[in-house]
């Protein structure tokens, strides 16, 4: 219990984290009643923080979230874990530098999963954001650890935080829950515009060298700079 209470500050913030992070996929449309799940990992344990199962999202608070080992055995909480738990605490396993994972089935992503087709890199958006193509991983029934399995073989050494899992729905990670989250929102804007685009005419795939520079470009020069020029 003594090695726990160092991390209390640390579980209370990302418990509150977590929860906010799910109006975030209500306000993205994309959920449906209770489907869909953020959790994030507690830096320097073998913890992690995610949605309890079968709870509305308009019931969502810091202090139902549940902390799990990353076995996916619950620590703390009273209510049982989502059931893609296992898939989340695989993930945070098998790739240390994850810090937060989404599932959603977002209809436009999931729409290309049930296709079990990738989503070739027709914008740039998604060069910036993606890297290329967002892959498809493949069919895995919920239970054990065959989802999780699939993100990581799909995921590791790709550029893309996003893979859809064939007939199932859409899994992201990130450094951190929030970016996780922004690449599920980013994900499902790329499926409605690719998939726009298919329905209008034939796409124009982005030069793989092309893809290249915007990734880098993106990544590493764009945004605010971080430390504010001083004030005179
Ligand atoms: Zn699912």
């Known amino acids: 219990m003594s090695e726990r209470l160092s991390s209390n500050d640390t579980v209370a913030r990302l418990r509150e984290t977590v929860a906010a992070l799910h109006t975030e996929l209500v306000r993205y449309n994309l959920v449906a009643w209770t489907s869909g799940n953020v959790s994030a990992r507690v830096p320097g344990e073998d913890l992690m923080v995610i949605k309890p199962s079968g709870i509305s999202y308009d019931d969502l608070r810091p202090d139902n979230m ?17 059931s893609d738990t296992e898939a989340h605490a695989y993930v945070y396993r098998a790739m240390p530098d994850v810090g937060g994972v989404v599932h959603t089935h977002s209809g436009y992503a999931t729409a290309w999963a049930a296709c079990g087709e990738s989503i070739p890199c027709y914008l740039t958006a998604q060069a910036d954001e993606f890297g290329g193509e967002i892959p498809v991983g493949p069919f895995a029934l919920i239970g054990g650890d065959d989802i999780g399995k699939g993100i990581v073989a799909t995921l590791s050494g790709h550029r893309s935080p996003a893979v859809l899992m064939r007939n199932h729905g859409v899994f992201t990670i990130g450094p951190n829950a ?9 994900c499902e804007d790329v499926a409605r515009t690719a998939h726009l685009a298919r329905a209008l005419g034939r796409p124009l795939p982005i030069a793989a060298e092309d893809v290249d520079s915007l990734y880098a470009r993106y990544q590493n020069v764009y945004g605010q700079t971080t430390v504010p020029s001083p004030r005179r």
């Open 66 to 82: 549940v902390v799990c080992d990353l076995d996916g055995v619950v620590v703390e909480g009273d209510l049982s874990p989502s």
């Open 178 to 186: 929030k970016a996780a989250v922004k690449a599920a929102v980013m």
